[in-house]
């Protein structure tokens, strides 16, 4: 079991540009989530995916993030026009279904110039 | 929403001393309360969780205690080793609500 996969691990884009990050959750995890790590921020959640279904999108913001499950194997967070301000590490993490032990992946590390 | 605190963004001991880390929480329909540990330059791993429906859970080193009326949790390590440094991070979600609310996170040294 190789865990949770995210990719890229690193990611550099110029302002106003898209980025697009990758997540596999581990095999038979039918919960998926995002989370984004700043040192000002801390770790917020994003959205959440249920049996490939969203869920609650209720910490993304509004305008230039979405995030798709077009099958049980893999996830996308997409950021139209990237800001500076977007510069964080992107975790996704998979579970049975539940908040229980939550895997984490290694994490995207978005750095936008 | 919840909103978990970590007062203590740095906390530093002694190998073979206890460490405590304490966390508050807002709601009181919050009934799962996790940690997790980060070691330097890795991602997040579940160590030890309880549930509202009691005050104290051991697992070897670690022990968590919540305090429902004060709406305050901690984690309790014994015997601390150089490899219990990292940041960790509590967190808080309510019932039928999976998503968890983490607090900023603590950084834990143990000195040789």
């Known amino acids: 079991n190789a865990g949770v996969i995210q990719t890229p691990r690193h990611k550099v884009t110029g302002k106003g540009q898209e980025a697009t990050l990758w997540c596999e959750p581990i095999?038979?995890?039918?919960?998926v989530f995002w989370y984004r790590q700043t040192i000002v921020q801390g770790l917020e959640f994003l959205t959440y995916f249920r049996n490939q279904a969203p869920i609650d999108d209720s910490g993304m913001p509004k305008e230039r993030f979405s995030a798709q499950m077009p099958n049980q194997s893999h996830s996308t967070l997409k950021i139209q026009s990237t800001q500076p301000q977007d510069s964080a590490v992107y975790l996704c993490a998979s579970s049975l279904g539940g908040a229980e032990t939550l895997y984490f992946g290694s994490g995207t590390r978005l750095t936008v110039l | 929403g919840e909103k978990v605190e970590q007062h203590q963004s740095t906390l530093s001991v002694r190998e073979g001393d206890s460490a405590v880390i304490n966390c508050t929480y807002t709601?009181?329909?919050?009934?799962?309360f996790p940690w997790y540990k980060q070691e330097a330059g890795k991602s997040l791993h579940f160590v030890i969780d309880i549930r509202s429906n009691v005050d104290r859970k051991q697992s070897q080193r670690l022990t968590v205690l919540l305090d429902k009326k004060a709406k305050r949790f901690s984690l309790h390590i014994t015997a601390t080793q150089p490899e219990d440094s990292a940041i960790y991070f509590c967190a808080a979600s309510m019932p039928n609500y999976n998503v968890l609310y983490f607090g900023s996170g603590t950084k834990l040294t143990v000195e040789p």
């Open positions: 095999s038979g995890h039918s919960a």
């Open positions: 709601d009181t329909a919050s009934s799962y």
